[in-house]
């Protein structure tokens, strides 16, 4: 059986999404523009929703955490997406981490404009 649960910041409401395969679940989180959060705000918002979204998942299931988000500088928009997979102990450890791809993805992105 397997289940999954999308979380818009802006929102702060899980929404089920797709079943994917067997024993594995699907987390997305689409954090919208960017540009005018800090580092701290995202870091925060990314670990946020890993910790709620992952208390009381079953450490041996896989998960799947999918984090978007986009930059807009005038008429450009750059969209980033970070997905990170495995066990679900290993993904709700490494909230930070997956933040730090996150904010290295915006930065260069950045960088492009």
Do not use: H, W, Y
């Not at 890993?50 to 986009?70: H, I, Q």
């Amino acid at each position: 059986m397997g289940s999954a649960l999308s979380v818009n910041a802006t929102e702060n409401k899980a929404l089920p999404m797709e079943r994917l395969a067997q024993q594995e679940l699907l987390f997305a989180l689409d954090m919208g523009d960017l540009i005018n959060k800090s580092d701290a705000t995202i870091s925060s918002e990314i670990s946020s929703f890993l910790d709620a979204a992952l208390t009381g998942v079953e450490a041996e299931l896989n998960c799947k955490v999918s984090v978007k988000g986009k930059v807009s500088i005038g008429v450009a928009t750059v969209e980033i997406t970070v997905e990170v997979s495995g066990p679900c102990s290993e993904i709700k450890s490494q909230g930070t981490q997956i933040a730090n791809q996150v904010l290295s993805e915006v930065k260069m992105a950045l960088q492009r404009k």
